[in-house]
């Protein structure tokens, strides 16, 4: 299987939410909703812009076909946040999620610490994460649903 990491563009971000749709459909079934720019194209077309110059957006295409996507925020003094990592089902269980994050330490060499979250029930995640050297580090507060996510953060030595 032949994939590349583009540079999202802004004529992306239909397709990028597409996908992201697909990926996350679990989730929103499970929880009754997604990453916070799960569904907004505006939110997107923005995230891509970078507007504060402190956030990149990445595609991942297989066949000419966008199958996933990466969004970092810079945090300041060499730590990254990850918010979002996410591969098209039909693509999942093939080792990409795990290049894909790879790819973003080569890429930000600059990097001595990355942190994400990913929801409490999402077992599946948290396995990946951990098996690719995150370490659980805290819980974010419970939402009035009962949600909550688990920290994770890597750090870079």
Request: proline letters at 1%.
């Amino acid at each position: 299987m032949h994939i590349i990491f583009l540079k999202s563009k802004v004529k992306d971000a239909e397709d990028i939410i597409r996908v992201r749709a697909d990926a996350f459909y679990d989730e929103v079934k499970r929880y009754g909703h997604g990453p916070s720019v799960f569904d907004s194209i505006e939110k997107e077309r923005k995230f891509i812009l970078g507007e504060n110059d402190r956030t990149y957006s990445y595609i991942i295409k297989c066949k000419n076909e966008i199958i996933g996507g990466m969004a970092v925020e810079d945090l300041g003094e060499g730590t990254y946040y990850l918010g979002c990592i996410f591969v098209k089902k039909e693509y999942q269980n093939y080792g990409i999620g795990s290049m894909m994050l790879r790819f973003l330490e080569k890429k930000f060499i600059d990097a001595k610490k990355w942190t994400l979250e990913t929801p409490y029930l999402s077992f599946r995640n948290q396995h990946f994460y951990e098996k690719n050297g995150y370490k659980k580090i805290g819980e974010s507060e419970k939402s009035k649903d009962g949600f909550y996510q688990y920290q994770y953060e890597k750090v870079i030595s």
